[in-house]
């Protein structure tokens, strides 16, 4: 997708798939490696006050009670989180600190970019780099996209909001098959992603894990041609 293409210091390994939720268009290639900090942090060494202090668990279960309750929205929100709402929006399903999502607001102003991110005291530091960077069209919310995403799209579309993208990047693996069904990227997310997203939207996805690339691959490829 060229509107994410631009001159980065990340290294190349892992494994990349972009689909516009049409098994047939799905390929692969080299994908970056998203660093816990922006490119603009790395190059000028500028975090936000206690940005180093965060000290959360690297791996929640999604499942738990903790992350069951709905994300309430209010009717505003849109317009308070961005100043202008109606720009074509990407979406970032596990945005962890916003790192990416920062890097690609401040490089594509003429776009807003939502991150989602399970933790919430992971979400207050993305909005405080957001604050520090003085970066308006990116935003964050604390939200377990299993349980929050339609809620969510549907807010957006009533609001005719054009959602250009979905991406998920280097989701948890839950590698122990006991905890796979703790993925982000199961059959009813795909389906709800197909279901509600308009024709020619597409959904990049990526891992540096062989393995869950294709699981997550595989759910996609279920859907009818």
Request: hydrophobic letters at 35%; one cysteine or more; aromatic letters at 8%.
């Amino acid at each position: 997708m060229t509107m994410f293409s631009s001159p980065s210091p990340w290294s190349t390994y892992g494994t990349r798939v972009i689909a516009p939720y049409c098994p047939s268009k799905l390929y692969m290639s080299d994908s970056p490696v998203i660093n816990s900090l922006s490119q603009e942090e790395t190059k000028t060494g500028s975090l936000p006050p206690g940005a180093l202090r965060l000290k959360v668990r690297q791996h929640v279960n999604p499942l738990s009670s903790t992350y069951q309750k709905p994300l309430e929205l209010s009717s505003t929100w849109l317009k308070d989180a961005y100043p202008d709402p109606k720009l074509p929006l990407v979406l970032d399903i596990g945005c962890a600190k916003g790192s990416w999502v920062l890097d690609m607001a401040a490089q594509h102003s003429h776009m807003n970019f939502l991150g989602l991110e399970i933790r919430r005291p992971v979400v207050e530091l993305c909005m405080r780099r957001k604050q520090h960077r003085k970066i308006a069209n990116a935003h964050f919310l604390p939200s377990n996209a299993n349980v929050d995403l339609e809620t969510l799209l549907q807010s957006l579309h009533s609001q005719h909001v054009d959602i250009q993208c979905v991406t998920i990047q280097f989701p948890d693996p839950h590698f122990k098959l006991k905890h796979r069904k703790r993925r982000v990227v199961n059959e009813q997310l795909v389906n709800l992603l197909a279901k509600k997203l308009v024709p020619g939207c597409k959904v990049f996805f990526q891992t540096d894990i062989e393995e869950l690339a294709y699981d997550m691959w595989g759910h996609f490829a279920q859907l009818p041609q």
